[in-house]
């Protein structure tokens, strides 16, 4: 199918605001008369909680009223997938982030010094900071269910035959770091009682509707007496799918009945807000002497610390992608999630996706190397092809990229030429010359989208044909930076057959927009770009109906629904899933043995995300998501102790700078249409930063010859393996 | 309550300084106070110096030294002609400091009060033989940096004294000169550690009254005279700059922080003094190169 308006570079809708610094973001809103809210947060990672006195607070100036958990109306708990999280702790804290009391107050300042000024008396409890020591079942536990979240264990075929079979062999440890969402803003919100009473909170979710129940829930208030709205957000990355301040506004306001705003600096927000999950994985995989995969066998280690958030569909996503793109005859897969002091970990783009794939990709290059095969021709020798069988066993029913991808990585230039490119030294001062070491690594994925078997997932769109041709497109996703707006507009626009301009897309609004389900897991394009088709294929009957009855109409509307479809048989919460889209990366490392530097100098990105809608917004995930993937391999790491946040600002939680990022990143899209997706699109912004990490670990493994297994990888690990290793070349 | 005053004239903030006790910040761009409310919070009376007039300016002073101001910011350093002339060495360290932002509001004379141990112009300053001139009712005094910096956040600074300026002797001769530092990044880090290195050149490969300093290994800048030593009178070669790398990653005494480790840091001065080196030996081989060409050409 030919298209006029999708697949054009056409300019971001929201692109000159924000430059412009027009966008209005959570953080810019205030209304007249408003309180400012201070969280009081716990002064112990893990503590009961003996008293709270709240007197001297209360008493200080301008504050107007200090809440404890007595002032919770409703449930006081909440979560995505278990309200375990209490709003407002009343007899003990399990993270440093916990809430105690909240303090409203006339202004900011007021607010945080009589915050200081809530006395808690806490009595200190054993600390639960090492996720092995959570295995045990004698530990004290930190929930009534016990420590560990959950659990899963899966197989195919026999693991001890595909391992009989195998020529190969490869066995290794991993260990993954926690990593900050590190968006731009911070959590931050506003609230008020609008002139029909009833309570907005305009904020930075990533499911407004999700958010409102939850809400509801704890103040006891029906959902239609809430409104929440979050149309910009700056920047989430799914750190922002739990509940930050949505409650604590609601809650001010409920209580004081007045207007409420928070803004969580940033040394807040890194401790209170949730991360990657940290992991340590296992993996053993074997191959053929004809190179031909046979069995991958992989345990996780996950830790979720002090509440589940997502923790268990993220294992779940883990063990899902554990084989990677592969066809493999032989798996096993045991993994656990569980409950520590350590923060708390939840969504963060990659999902589970971004840890197995650091496993599973340094296997594939370890094995490729003991075969002594190409790297890219073992991976595309195994690849899953539509109709195979996937790790887990389940058919690979949609379209399958993967292959495609692969081919395309193996044609591109830097891998063609890499052996040109990795002696290329003319960059460098001569003497130095035998210092510097460049190699070349690859890795391939693939990424669940949507939500997987058995969670509601669908999208509800309401589009409106105006006078003059003027074509409004309710949605209720949020705009988190990603440009799915564009992309929403664009497909408008080319079903309708109208101009781009005359599109204009109504986002996160409970009160105006349709539930179009969460801003999350690759899906907004694929969800809600069907369900806006739908809407004009309902819009465009009516159109002909009456048409055909001789009565033009100028004010149209249509809505529909759009279910994201599913696997038949489930194997947990959102497993699986079955629609993936696919990629393979290839990236150049130099690596100066001198300091250790490790330096990224290009990325080819080979993506599959089904047809490409919006390919400035397409190339900007790319870019950022290798951004991303070069801060989690090379930089990025929450560092605690006992608990205890030890870089909760950007001096010390180091992300990568522009000068860290290589110009040459090449992003090519690989259209493999997808039936089922709205003119065969599916999604991007995950896919475009999983592989990123394991393809830097390959490329230094090329460079000196040291295979890394621990993220990140920083000059003095290079210095130190270099230092162990006296056999390196 | 906190008092803050911006004043524009030098003897003005002198005759504020010998009255008043302690609990008085002096600060010019702002970039080490601002991000630490803590040192804030115990402050009375905050001055802001970044407007007075004879903090301000690079010149010749009348003794033949180059002047730096002490509000002069970091950015104007690195785009000045005299200093990237004469004390180029200066010039490449003030470069690496921070982001654009910082180095348009932090001050050379901030950099030597906040004396921080990874401060980037303390070891360039080292090399360049800088004095700091701490101006008081008493008139103005000079101190070697090396004399002026005494440990972390210390200085040999008197309450009722400010940094007036850093003096810089102007040599000449063919110099050559490098800054090298290992960050936690390439852009807007703090280093792990630094070196600083200056020498004259010599036609016949030989680099004489080497200076070497370094950074962020040890509780100040530190200059390596060990690593002098080795390089004094010798033509540099790659066996010469080994010798010298090993003296600086003896004469480190690092620890490890957040940032990074103690052999890390003891490992990299020597890398750092190396890569330097070598740039510095590849340079003088194609000089020597070309000079060689010229006298064939010519006979």
Not at chain 2, 91 to 108: F, K
Not at chain 2, 143 to 170: K, Q
Request: hydrophobic share 45%; glycine share 10%.
């Amino acid at each position: 199918m030919k298209c006029t308006v999708v697949g054009k570079r056409v300019e971001r809708k929201d692109a000159r605001a924000k430059v412009t610094g027009e966008t209005i973001y959570p953080s810019d809103r205030s209304r007249e008369g408003m309180l400012w809210v201070v969280a009081v947060r716990a002064a112990h990672p893990h503590a009961r909680i003996l008293s709270i006195d709240t007197e001297r607070a209360a008493a200080a100036a301008g504050v107007v009223r200090v809440l404890t958990a007595r002032d919770v109306p409703g449930e006081n708990a909440f979560g995505i997938q278990f309200h375990d999280m209490p709003v407002l702790c009343s007899d003990r804290v399990r993270y440093l982030g916990d809430v105690v009391a909240l303090v409203g107050a006339e202004s900011r300042r007021a607010a945080r010094q009589a915050a200081a000024l809530v006395a808690v008396d806490y009595q200190p409890l054993a600390l639960l900071t090492d996720p092995e020591q959570a295995l045990d079942p004698a530990t004290p536990a930190l929930h009534p269910g016990g420590n560990i979240l959950h659990e899963v264990h899966f197989h195919k075929g026999n693991i001890s035959v595909g391992f009989q079979k195998s020529a190969v062999i490869v066995e290794r440890s991993y260990q993954l770091p926690m990593m900050d969402h590190a968006f731009l803003e911070t959590e931050a919100g506003l609230s008020y009682f609008d002139e029909n009473d009833v309570l907005c909170v305009e904020s930075c979710g990533q499911y407004i509707y999700r958010d409102r129940k939850q809400i509801a829930s704890v103040l006891g208030l029906a959902e239609e007496k809430i409104r929440v709205s979050a149309e910009m957000v700056g920047g989430a990355f799914g750190g922002k799918d739990d509940i930050t301040v949505q409650i604590q506004l609601a809650l001010m306001t409920y209580v004081t009945g007045r207007p409420a705003k928070m803004v969580a600096s940033r040394e807040e927000s890194i401790v209170a807000h949730s991360k990657r999950h940290p992991a340590s994985m296992w993996f053993k995989t074997g191959a053929s002497k004809s190179g031909k995969l046979m069995a991958v066998e992989a345990r996780f280690l996950s830790d979720t610390g002090a509440y589940a958030s997502l923790g268990g569909p993220v294992l779940n996503l883990m063990a899902e992608h554990a084989a990677g793109p592969y066809l493999v005859p032989h798996v096993k897969v045991d993994g656990h999630v569980v409950y520590t002091n350590n923060g708390f970990s939840g969504a963060f783009r990659g999902f589970g996706c971004t840890q197995a794939c650091v496993g599973i990709e340094s296997q594939m290059d370890l094995m490729a190397r003991a075969l002594r095969r190409d790297p890219l021709a073992f991976r595309q020798a195994n690849v899953l092809h539509q109709g195979d069988a996937a790790g887990l066993g389940y058919e690979m029913k949609t379209a399958v990229g993967a292959e495609p991808t692969i081919r395309a990585a193996r044609a591109g230039k830097l891998y063609r030429q890499r052996r040109r490119i990795k002696k290329d030294r003319t960059h460098v001062s001569p003497s130095l010359a035998p210092f510097i070491r460049r190699g070349v690594g690859v890795a391939s994925q693939m990424q669940g989208l949507g939500l997987g078997v058995g969670i509601e997932d669908q999208a509800e769109v309401e589009v409106v044909l105006g006078p003059g041709g003027a074509v409004r497109v309710k949605v209720g996703t949020t705009e988190i930076g990603q440009g799915a707006y564009t992309a929403y507009a664009q497909m408008t626009a080319e079903r309708l057959g109208v101009p781009l301009e005359q599109v204009e897309i109504v986002g996160a609004d409970t009160g105006t927009c349709p539930d179009s389900g969460a801003t999350t897991a690759s899906r907004t394009t694929y969800a809600v770009g069907n369900a806006i088709l739908l809407a004009i294929a309902k819009l465009e009957q009516r159109r002909s109906a009456w048409a055909a009855q001789g009565t033009g109409r100028e004010n149209l509307s249509a809505r529909a629904n759009f279910t994201v479809p599913t696997q038949d048989r489930q194997l947990g919460d959102g497993l699986p899933h079955l629609l993936y889209s696919y990629g393979t990366h290839v990236v150049l490392v130099e690596v100066n043995t001198l300091t250790g530097e490790i330096s990224v100098e290009a990325v080819e990105a080979y993506l599959d995300g089904g047809r490409v809608v919006s390919p400035l917004g397409f190339e900007g995930q790319s870019e950022g998501g290798i951004a991303q993937g070069i801060g989690y391999t090379l930089f990025e790491e929450v560092l605690l102790d006992r608990g205890r946040f030890l870089n909760t600002n950007f001096d010390t939680y180091i992300l990568p700078s522009s000068k860290d990022v290589p110009t040459a990143i090449h992003t090519v899209p690989i259209e493999v249409m997808e039936k089922s997706g709205p003119l065969g699109a599916k999604g991007i912004s995950e896919t475009c930063t999983v592989g990123v990490a394991p393809a830097i670990l390959n490329a230094l493994e090329d460079a000196i010859g040291i295979r890394f297994v621990r993220l990140p990888v920083r000059a003095e690990d290079v210095i130190l393996a270099r230092e162990e290793s006296p056999h390196e070349s | 309550m906190l008092r803050i005053l911006r004043l524009p004239a030098l003897d003005q903030v002198i005759e504020i300084l010998s009255a008043q006790e302690s609990e008085t910040l002096l600060m010019a761009g702002g970039t080490d106070i601002l991000p630490r409310p803590a040192a804030l919070a115990s402050t009375r009376l905050l001055i802001d110096l970044s407007q007075v007039a004879e903090l301000q300016g690079i010149a010749l002073d009348a003794e033949g030294r180059i002047r730096i101001g002490a509000a002069v910011t970091h950015q104007e350093i690195v785009d000045h002609p005299l200093i990237q002339r004469k004390a180029q060495l200066l010039s490449m360290a003030c470069s690496s400091i921070g982001s654009v932002q910082i180095r348009n509001l932090g001050t050379i004379g901030g950099n030597l009060a906040n004396a921080s141990p990874a401060a980037d112009s303390l070891p360039a300053l080292v090399c360049l033989a800088a004095e700091v001139a701490l101006a008081s009712p008493r008139g103005i005094r000079f101190l070697p940096v090396s004399a002026f910096i005494l440990g972390p956040g210390r200085t040999a600074r008197a309450a009722d004294e400010l940094i007036e300026s850093v003096r810089i002797p102007v040599v000449t001769g063919r110099r050559v000169a490098f800054f090298k530092k290992a960050g936690q990044r390439r852009g807007m880090c703090c280093a792990k550690a630094s070196v600083a290195m200056c020498a004259h050149r010599h036609g016949d490969g030989r680099l004489t009254k080497p200076r070497v300093a370094m950074g962020a290994v040890a509780a100040t800048v530190i200059s390596v005279p060990a690593a002098e030593r080795v390089l004094a009178d010798r033509v540099l070669t790659m066996a010469v700059i080994e010798e010298a790398a090993a003296a600086c990653c003896e004469a480190a005494q690092a620890i490890d922080d957040i940032r990074s480790t103690a052999s890390y840091r003891r490992h990299v001065v020597g890398a750092l003094l190396t890569e330097g080196l070598a740039e510095i030996y590849d340079h003088m081989q194609d000089l020597a190169r070309r000079q060689a060409r010229r006298r064939r050409r010519r006979s």
